[in-house]
């Protein structure tokens, strides 16, 4: 598809959403100014994709409702680092240890906030970065909960960064873990001088949408982790709550 032929069916897609009615293939194409056979052939993509559906009895198209499901998301992203800030303050206050908030950009976590530990000597890393989902603990949590076709789509970017060294069963096997405790760990998985561990935040839907995580030097946090892990699960839930899920434990 070229670049023109996408904005077409933007334009298509905005036109359906700003719609209080479904709409014929006449009307839209008179008011994108197109033949009826290209805003057919833009439609047709669009409810391949789910973001439009068709009444068959009319003929009609109208926006779906993953319109509305993509914007709860962003949404929900924009919420929670409000939310979510107090109690990575709280969390650093409890476990002296930088605190990270990630969320999930195609295999790779993304630290969209931090706090930094009050430690002497921290783990540096900086807000925007990335790492590879499968070697960080906040990482490994949003594997976790993937579906299957979403899992495997990132497994298959996975193996082409680390061809040699990822064994997707033993993910797997670790992953199911995760899932069963609502906790995650990095043993150096990443760099091999640093630890951390992460827990899920969960939307008012249950669905995660962002994990956080403490990380530090192995050679002072390793022993600790086990322990201060309880912390970071508990800050989880706080902000979960937030969010407006009605959980009340891991």
């Given amino acids: 598809m070229t670049d023109k032929a996408f904005q077409k069916g933007l334009k298509t897609l905005v036109a359906l959403a700003e719609s209080n009615e479904p709409q014929s293939l006449a009307s839209l194409s008179s008011q994108l100014k197109l033949t009826k056979s290209n805003t057919h052939r833009l439609l047709n993509t669009l409810i391949e994709n789910g973001l439009a559906e068709r009444d068959d009895k009319r003929g009609y198209y109208k926006a779906s409702l993953r319109l509305w499901e993509l914007g709860v998301q962003i949404v929900n992203r924009i919420d929670f680092l409000g939310t979510a800030r107090k109690a990575m303050s709280n969390l650093v206050k409890t476990t002296g240890e930088t ?99 992460a827990a899920p935040i969960r939307d008012s839907t249950g669905c995660v949408v962002a994990a956080i995580g403490i990380s530090g030097p192995s050679v002072r946090l390793k022993a600790q982790l086990p322990e201060k892990s309880k912390a970071v699960k508990a800050c989880a839930l706080e902000i979960s709550g937030e969010m407006g899920w009605m959980g009340k434990s891991f």
């Fill in 99 to 197: 605190v990270h908030l990630s969320i999930l950009v195609g295999a790779e976590v993304v630290y969209i906030d931090k706090k930094e530990g009050t430690q002497a000597v921290r783990s540096y890393t900086e807000i925007g970065g990335r790492a590879p989902a499968c070697w960080v603990a906040t990482g490994k949590v949003l594997l976790a909960f993937l579906d299957e076709y979403e899992f495997q789509i990132c497994c298959d970017k996975l193996i082409e960064l680390a061809p040699d060294t990822l064994d997707i069963q033993l993910l797997q096997k670790e992953l199911a873990e995760v899932r069963r405790t609502n906790s995650a760990f990095n043993w150096g998985d990443w760099r091999r001088d640093v630890v951390g561990a």
